[in-house]
């Protein structure tokens, strides 16, 4: 809680630091393009993100290049994320940020329970990622257009 003095509001630098560090991580992910994303684009977009990133993961775990899989599964999930943020933001939602800290909540604990059973597809942590990852799709999909934005 920031100390008033006369009226003014004084905070600890602490605080503040702490402030701007979630700040720029937050940044990472607002949404980079000012175009509208109506469904067909994001259907598009979000097909296309995910048969290309899928035969290149492919291909580099094939030849054995498991560093690099991983560093494009990471590109995969950062691209729609953000593809999601636009859409999320075309439709009028506007608190953005809860959908980032959830997603990377869910992302986080479904890796850890994988980890955790061994990476067998048929414990928790796969079914609760992929639920998430098209439960996110889906809503997306249907959700409306803001009245505010049209397609440019």
Known sequence: MP???SGVAYCHANDVTQ???VKLMLSVFIPSSERCVSRCRYLLLFALINIIFSILVGVLLHLSFVILAILFTILLHYLVINLNCQRFRDSGFEYIKFYVW?????Y???????VAEDFACDGFGMPLFLIWYFAT????????PNSNSLNK
């Open 3 to 5: 100390l008033l003095v």
């Open 19 to 21: 402030h701007m560090d």
């Open 102 to 106: 959830g997603t990377l909540v869910i």
């Open 108 to 114: 986080i604990a479904s890796f850890v329970i994988t």
């Open 137 to 144: 799709f889906s809503l997306l999909l249907l959700a409306p």
